[in-house]
């Protein structure tokens, strides 16, 4: 049987990928959407790779695309939809749990592990 309150439960594989994740975090950031090539150039991907990134993010209803024509040139918008946001804020939920986990296994105080940036120096081995 599972454990409740489990954080890595959290932590769904459609964002948890690194370029999924940028996707997500440079939407999270504009109310009218990106454009495919202002996407791609904020995550640094090729068309192939962000469009299979798009593909995954479409199907799981967490984006929206729109495609359109702009001085007879198509475009390609991507939005974030409410159900992706959400999600995403749930995401981001369990890996601050599972971060703060992280850091008081290695002896900070509960206390401690909620302040810290958790992109701090790494430890001396």
Do not use: W
């Amino acid at each position: 049987m599972p454990r409740q309150n489990n954080p890595y439960a959290g932590l769904k594989r459609v964002f948890h990928e690194p370029n999924r994740l940028a996707i997500i975090s440079a939407l999270c950031n504009v109310v009218d959407g990106l454009t495919f090539n202002e996407l791609k150039e904020e995550c640094r991907l090729t068309d192939g790779n962000l469009s299979r990134h798009l593909k995954a993010l479409e199907d799981a209803r967490v984006i929206r695309i729109k495609k359109s024509f702009v001085k007879a040139k198509p475009q390609t918008t991507v939005f974030l939809t409410e159900r992706g946001r959400e999600s995403f804020l749930q995401y981001l939920q369990s890996l601050e749990e599972v971060l703060k986990k992280a850091a008081e296994s290695f002896g900070a105080s509960e206390k401690q592990a909620a302040s810290l940036p958790f992109f701090t120096k790494p430890a001396r081995v």
